[in-house]
C-alpha cells in the first residue's frame, strides 16, 4: 500500500490550499482516511478525517475552516485548506485505516504573516 500526497506550499496568511492524497496498492476500500500534521518540536497531531461512510472528525483548530472530502469507497482524501495562519505552518501527513495503520510521505505546508 502506498499513499502519495501532493499539494503542499507555501501561501500568505489568508489564503487557501488544497492536498490531495491517493492510496494504491490496495483493492479495498480504506476504512477511514485523513491527515495529520507535524510542527518543528510538537508532537503529530489529527487535523482530518473521513470514513468511507462519509463521516469526518476536524481538530478544533481547524473547523470551519478546513474541509475533508473522499469520492466515496475511492481511496482518494482532499483536505481543502482556508483562511490559512502560520500556526497551520506544519508538515502534513495523509493517514489510511484498514486493518493496519499507513502513512504518506509528508508534504510541507508553510503559511506566511
Known amino acids: 500500500v502506498q499513499l502519495q500526497a501532493s499539494g503542499g506550499g507555501t501561501v500568505q496568511a489568508g489564503g487557501s490550499l488544497r492536498l490531495t492524497c491517493e492510496g494504491s496498492?490496495?483493492?479495498?476500500?480504506?476504512?477511514?482516511m485523513g491527515w495529520y500534521r507535524q510542527a518543528p518540536g510538537k508532537e503529530r497531531e489529527l487535523v482530518a478525517d473521513?470514513?468511507?461512510?462519509?463521516?469526518?472528525n476536524y481538530a478544533a483548530s481547524v473547523k470551519g475552516r478546513f474541509t475533508i472530502s473522499r469520492d466515496g469507497g475511492k481511496n482518494i482524501v482532499d483536505l481543502h485548506m482556508n483562511s490559512l495562519k502560520p500556526e497551520d505552518t506544519a508538515t502534513y501527513f495523509c493517514?489510511?485505516?484498514?486493518?493496519?495503520?499507513?502513512w504518506g510521505q509528508g508534504t510541507l505546508v508553510t503559511v506566511s504573516s
Open positions: 496498492g490496495t483493492l479495498f476500500s480504506f476504512d477511514a
Open positions: 493517514n489510511a485505516r484498514y486493518d493496519n495503520t499507513f
Open positions: 473521513i470514513s468511507v461512510r462519509g463521516g469526518t
